[in-house]
């Protein structure tokens, strides 16, 4: 096959028979970086269907952007199940959900915070990919977009639980580029440092001054930079696979180190 027979990004097979587009998965779409790739999806052409334990906020976006939205808890199988079964076709998933929880030194570590953070970041990706792939590749152009984190590429003093995650996420991510090489599907990893969203805020418990300071003096990422990345990636052509996109901040050099103007 020559690079002009080769699926294109603006004619991809798969579509949603109510929107006649093809259909993208987000999940943590309530906010942040899924909120704004929801967006940047819909605007790509697609048919974005939305997923978030916060459907209120899904169903508001989805209304907004023409996509669908639907209940999903990524920790609970039988959510996730009930979601996909609302999802007969799909080109693209974007695993986004996920998040911190504490930042303490493995001496004092809490167990329930690692029980979420793994849940969440890595049995989460593992349910909802192992379940879409089928259909993935079916499409004939699928494409697979996890959100992992500089996280994943480095250890940080009291972060062992996030960045234990992180790494997990990204290993079985990584691992399904080699495993499903020759089939029609390809596989995107977004590794960003600081991004401006309720990360921080989720990770302190609600503590809004300490989520604040954690961007004090710099300039973080916004969640439309890292929309704008992933629907970069997801409209190449078919043919070409982006393996991996680090973005940090100018001010950001690596999870510890950032220059604070004040
Ligand atoms: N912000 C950063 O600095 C940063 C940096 C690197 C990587 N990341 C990664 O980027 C991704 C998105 O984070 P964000 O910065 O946009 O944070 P955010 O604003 O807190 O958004 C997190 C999203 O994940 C969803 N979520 C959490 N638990 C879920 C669950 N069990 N089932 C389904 N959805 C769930 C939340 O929705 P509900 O609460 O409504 O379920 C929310 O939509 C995460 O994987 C995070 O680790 C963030």
Redesign the pocket.
Same mark, same amino acid.
């Given at each position: 096959m020559t690079h002009d027979q080769q699926p294109q990004h603006h004619t991809p097979p798969t579509t949603s028979p109510a929107a006649g587009k093809p259909v993208a998965v987000v999940?943590? *779409? @309530? !906010?942040?970086?899924? $909120?704004a790739t929801a967006r940047g999806l819909a605007e790509a052409g697609f048919h974005v269907v939305l997923? *978030? =334990? =916060?459907l209120d =906020? /899904?169903a508001e976006l989805a209304a907004e952007i023409g996509g669908s939205a639907h209940r +999903?808890?990524?920790?609970?199988a039988e @959510?996730v199940d009930a979601f996909l079964a609302e999802v007969p076709t799909c080109r693209v998933l974007v695993n986004?959900?996920?998040? !911190?929880r504490g930042l303490e030194r493995v001496a004092e570590s809490d167990e329930d915070n690692w029980r979420w953070m793994w $849940?969440?970041?890595v049995l989460?990706t593992l349910r909802m990919t192992r379940s879409l792939l089928p259909r993935l590749i079916d499409s004939g152009d699928g494409h697979v977009v996890t %959100?992992? @984190?500089? *996280?994943a590429l480095e250890a940080y003093d009291n972060g062992s639980g996030?960045t234990s995650a992180?790494h997990a996420q990204a290993v079985l991510h990584r691992t399904l580029r080699g495993e499903h090489l020759g089939d029609p599907v390809r596989f995107t990893e977004i /590794?960003?440092?600081?991004?401006?969203? $309720?990360? @921080? +805020? %989720?990770r302190f418990e609600g503590d809004a001054a300490r989520a604040d300071a954690v961007y004090q003096g710099l300039t973080? +990422?916004t !969640?439309q930079d %890292?929309a704008e990345a992933i629907v970069f990636a997801v409209t190449r052509p078919s043919h070409v696979n982006i393996d991996q996109i680090v973005l940090k901040p100018r001010d950001q050099h690596s999870a510890t180190r950032a220059h604070r103007r004040s």
């Open positions: 999940t943590g *779409a @309530s !906010a942040g970086i899924g $909120e997923g *978030a =334990r =916060r =906020r /899904c +999903l808890d990524v920790t609970d @959510s986004n959900a996920g998040g !911190a $849940e969440t970041n989460g %959100v992992t @984190s500089i *996280a996030y992180k /590794c960003p440092g600081m991004v401006e969203t $309720e990360f @921080s +805020l %989720v973080p +990422l !969640a %890292v």
